[in-house]
Structures are given as structure tokens and as C-alpha cells.
């Protein structure tokens, strides 16, 4: 039986990279072993020279920063707090935050080795915003595509 760890990503520096995931998002060092840091929550980055070592011949496959494949999926309860800080810090992002059609708020950037990442408010967050706009549970519903005993749920713990 196969049980998922988590991504690991490959980054050119550590220190960079764990300074961005650590003090810029708040993920907690689980493990560090030099060249390879696993966070709490199941992301891991691994130093790129050592991981193509680590892959004998296969080395020679060409590893693309930005290439827009995948990325990794993030959200919070301050999702504004989130973005200023960021931008404060000079990421780059490839948008800032906008609604989705779902009515989450989201910003999409690049980490410092062009890993793109979503970060997101939480939908328990989504249905307080509405519910403190006046919406009703059943447009809030429809809006994000939740059922009522969430939308319901999210604004209970809320209050």
C-alpha cells in the first residue's frame, strides 16, 4: 500500500527558499538534513544539485522554473495580511488577489525558484464575508458550490 508524502520541490539555495516558506508563509520546520527541508503539512524542498546527483544519468533532464504545470495550493484566514506582506518582500506575483468565480479570493505568485503557488482565503472564510454582506445561506450556496450545513457550520464558528 503507497501512502502520499507530500511535494518536494527542487530549489537552487536553501536558505532562500526556506526563508520564503518559513518566515514569509509560516510553515514550521518538521526535519532538516542540509540539503533536503521537510515543513509541517507535508512540503518538502531539496537542494537541485544534490537531487540531479541523486538521479545518476537521468540528471541530464531539463528542469524548467516557471513552467506552469502545477502548483501548490495554500489558504488562510487573512488573506490580505497575507498579500501585503508579500508584496512588501518584492515577490513576484503573477496576479494579485481576485475573486474567483466561486467567490474565493485568491493571488497567484512565484516562490524564489519559480515554483507557482495559489494561496487562497479559506472557504470558511468565504461564506463569513458573504454572510456579513447580508447574502443568504442558500445564495451563498449557490455562489460557492457548498453545501448548506458548511456555509452554515463556517458561520457559526465565525460569529
Known sequence: MLKFMGPLILVDEIAPSRHFYEQLLGLKVQYDFGVNVSFHGGLAIHLKSHFLELLGDAGNIPITPKAHDGDLVFETDDIDAVGQRLEQEGIEFLHAIREQPWGQRVMRLYDPDGHMLEIGET????????????????????????????IEHAIQEHA
Open 123 to 150: 472557504m470558511q472564510e468565504v461564506a463569513w464575508r458573504f454572510h456579513q454582506q447580508g447574502w443568504s445561506i442558500e445564495s451563498i450556496c449557490v455562489k460557492t458550490g457548498m453545501p448548506g450545513e458548511f
